[in-house]
């Protein structure tokens, strides 16, 4: 049977299609009907209570795009956006892209929405750390892309090694509640783990397997030393009490002992305002469903001029447009593409472009960023943002 992914193949050829697209296009060619359309996505609204969003998923638009003959224009990979702001727009003969709606809008509706998460959640770390640790909760074939996505969002490292590799990244973890298991004794798990593993792998102990996280914490420090980089605190929903409360205790009991360099890594139902009611005691985060099964991007993908005359359904704005910034006070516009550049009515500076040129009839007109590079647009950005 196989696992139930499609191939690259079959994404390419169009066969990941909603069914009315296809019936679309058999309707048009049967009247020999193929205009040149230009679509924008946007989304109307945003999940929750986010007032912004990062734009991610662009890399494998422009994989599905380059393809065929069409042009791009698109927001950089990592870019801040706001509710009914244009993020992408594709122009071409309808019939040569009209199929791939499906697959275009699935490219960054999930990628955007994992990669606002993850920049959520870092926002309010700060400068903890935060590492993405929910590719279990998904289809394992999806754990490069959700991985890639949180990376970009913001997250220090990733778990998933195939993921890691694939950003050029090593991969970030603990020690696991399975070795302290079998092992059935924690100084036996701890020191099996120390012996194993490489110096570049920091010594990170689970303290809450068999007993109080303050006995454990302090038993870790014991038996690791100066090697304790971090304890973990991942327990159970079902016998935390006043989670802060036992941080603070764990804290002090490491200090007053000579282990005010040990970090306090906590992990289990982590979300950002978790974070933020943490951050007085914790060093660092593992964030794993939050991020994995975080709610999409809701864009839509309209058509908003036909042979170059504005056109839209209902309740659309019509005419391709261009998203402008002030690089000075932050504020945005959107104008018609064909619209001169303006000037901030706030400040009086001139604008910046947002949307630039991607692909023209099907040729990349520029390389991609590099994870790590559009990781640096986010956290640049989340200084202009608040949650």
């Excluded at 770390?125 to 394992?140: D, L, N, Q, W």
């Excluded at 059935?184 to 996280?213: H, N, Y």
């Excluded at 282990?259 to 950002?272: H, T």
Aim: hydrophobic fraction near 40%; charged fraction near 25%.
């Amino acid at each position: 049977m196989g696992f139930q992914t499609a191939s690259d193949d079959c994404i390419k050829k169009g066969r990941v299609t909603d069914v009315y697209f296809e019936r679309v296009a058999r309707s048009l060619e049967g009247r020999g009907i193929n205009p040149l359309v230009s679509m924008e996505v946007r989304a109307t609204d945003l999940p929750g209570d986010w007032e912004w969003a990062i734009f991610a998923g662009l890399a494998e638009v422009l994989e599905l795009a380059q393809e065929l003959p069409v042009s791009l224009r698109a927001l950089e990979e990592g870019d801040i956006f706001h509710a009914g702001e244009p993020v992408l727009q594709v122009s071409g003969k309808y019939l040569d892209f009209g199929v791939y709606e499906t697959a275009i809008l699935g490219l960054i509706c999930q990628a955007s929405g994992i990669a606002t998460s993850a920049a959520r959640c870092k926002h309010a770390a700060g400068e903890r750390t935060v590492i993405s640790f929910g590719a279990r909760r998904m289809h394992p074939a999806l754990a490069p892309m959700i991985e890639r996505n949180a990376f970009v969002g913001g997250c220090d490292g990733v778990a998933v090694v195939e993921s890691a590799v694939r950003i050029g990244e090593e991969p970030s973890g603990t020690m696991s509640h399975t070795l302290i298991l079998c092992a059935r004794d924690e100084r036996v798990a701890f020191e099996a783990f120390d012996e194993s593993m490489g110096p570049d792998v920091k010594r990170i102990a689970l303290v809450d397997t068999f007993q109080d996280e303050k006995f454990g914490a302090l038993f870790a420090a014991e038996v690791l030393g100066e090697k304790l980089f971090a304890v973990r605190l991942d327990t159970p929903g079902s016998r935390r009490g006043d989670f802060p409360r036992i941080m603070e205790e764990v804290r002090w009991e490491l200090d007053i002992r000579g282990f005010e360099d040990v970090k306090l890594f906590i992990s289990g139902g982590i979300d950002e305002y978790k974070i933020l009611d943490y951050n007085r005691c914790a060093d660092a985060y593992g964030v794993g469903t939050h991020i994995s099964n975080s709610p999409v991007v809701n864009y839509s993908m309209d058509i908003v001029e036909i042979d170059g005359v504005p056109m839209a359904k209902r309740g659309k704005k019509s005419g391709l447009k261009q998203l402008w910034s002030c690089p000075s006070c932050g504020a945005r516009i959107q104008t018609l593409s064909s619209s001169d550049r303006p000037e901030c009515r706030e400040c009086g500076e001139e604008m910046k472009a947002m949307l630039s040129e991607k692909l023209d009839s099907g040729d990349r007109l520029s390389g991609d960023l590099t994870p790590r590079q559009i990781r640096s647009r986010v956290l640049e950005g989340l200084s202009t943002v608040r949650l």
